[in-house]
């Protein structure tokens, strides 16, 4: 897989699938720049920065530090189950919205142009299978992962005979700690592993493919 060498921006970086993206990036010889709210310290010695995404300006004033990128991996994001949409608080739905789709926009916001510059580079989102079509108490989850997956879709129109290739990853339930302390009696093997996430994120940031554009990629496991 052709990214040695390159240069990926990480967000979301000390989750668990963050994590994950982090060390196959890196086994494949890429040098990661890490970005998430909090770092935690076994990230020693790697490039990290501990910022708010969805402060646009601070997000700016990062990556503009960053010399050189090739590719940006957003996974920063969240999940939360709610009441039906008519009880939903404006809060709730407001969260869903900034941490899905403010976060990875604030991030291509601050990126592109300077890929546009280089005439090269690609984008991963992290859309979601089930927000593919809505589901009861999921409204605002279902409705800003939508926004990610069409926004994926448009900016690759906007972007892709400039050299820079922009596609997103549709998970399932991911097999994390997380979610198997919120769900004990699901079936963990029928769920799409970080590892697997990681392998289909890392090749859409790799020059193999650079034929891609717009994809939105069902990655499932066995759900």
Not at 137 to 144: I, K, V
Not at 174 to 183: E, F, G, S
């Amino acid at each position: 897989m052709l990214i040695e060498n390159k240069t990926i921006v990480i967000t979301g970086a000390a989750g668990a699938l963050g994590r994950e993206v982090t060390r196959v990036a890196q086994s494949l010889g890429a040098n990661v720049v890490l970005l998430d709210l909090a770092i935690p310290g076994s990230f020693e010695g790697q490039t990290t920065y501990s910022l708010d995404l969805t402060d646009a300006q601070a997000v700016k004033n990062t990556l503009t530090e960053v010399e050189h990128i090739d590719g940006v991996i957003n996974i920063a994001g969240g999940f939360d189950m709610g009441p039906t949409l008519y009880e939903l608080a404006p809060a709730d739905w407001d969260k869903m919205f900034t941490l899905n789709v403010t976060t990875a926009r604030n991030v291509i916001a601050a990126a592109v142009p300077a890929m546009l510059k280089e005439g090269k580079g690609a984008i991963v989102n992290v859309g979601a299978y089930g927000a593919l079509a809505g589901t009861a108490n999921m409204s605002a989850y279902c409705a800003s992962k939508s926004v990610v997956m069409n926004m994926t879709q448009s900016l690759s129109e906007e972007v892709k005979h400039q050299g820079i290739n922009v596609n997103a990853v549709l998970p399932s339930i991911i097999d994390t700690p997380a979610n198997r302390a919120a769900m004990p009696d699901a079936t963990f093997e029928d769920w799409v592993t970080p590892e697997q996430l990681a392998n289909v994120m890392c090749f859409l940031v790799s020059d193999a493919a650079s034929g891609v554009h717009g994809a939105l990629i069902p990655v499932r496991g066995l759900s």
